[in-house]
């Protein structure tokens, strides 16, 4: 199955930036994602990329604001948050699947990060 571990997570003021990252082991995966699950509220779709980075995809409410990246020979996947809202506060999981197609479908994804605390104070 491989494993993702999330790393980066913590607590910032209201319009402030965060960066974090989820490293991958054990296996190749072709689309990496990014979830989000706040306090009383299923689990969302952030973001995700796909193999060669060229492909990406974003939940409306974080377009022009977060930026995922990946960087295959570490193995890595980042989020790039800016201009983050009290509304962003939420843990985050790192996804990955090895199917080849783009997805954004949380069924498609196979292997999970344990998650990593964001919280956006006002």
């Known amino acids: 199955q491989g494993q993702l571990v999330e790393s980066g997570g913590g607590l910032v003021q209201a319009g402030g930036s965060l960066r974090i990252s989820c490293k991958a082991t054990g296996r190749t995966f072709y689309t990496m994602a990014w979830f989000r699950q706040a306090p009383g509220k299923e689990r969302e779709f952030v973001a995700a990329i796909d193999w060669n980075g060229i492909s990406t995809r974003y939940v409306d409410s974080v377009k022009g604001r977060f930026t995922v990246s990946r960087d295959n020979p570490r193995n890595t996947m980042s989020l790039q948050m800016n201009s983050l809202k009290p509304d962003d506060t939420a843990v985050y999981y790192c996804?990955?699947?090895?199917?080849?197609?783009?997805?954004?479908?949380?069924?498609?994804?196979?292997?999970w990060g344990q998650g990593t605390q964001v919280t956006v104070s006002s």
């Open positions: 996804a990955a699947t090895t199917r080849t197609i783009m997805t954004t479908e949380r069924a498609d994804f196979g292997s």
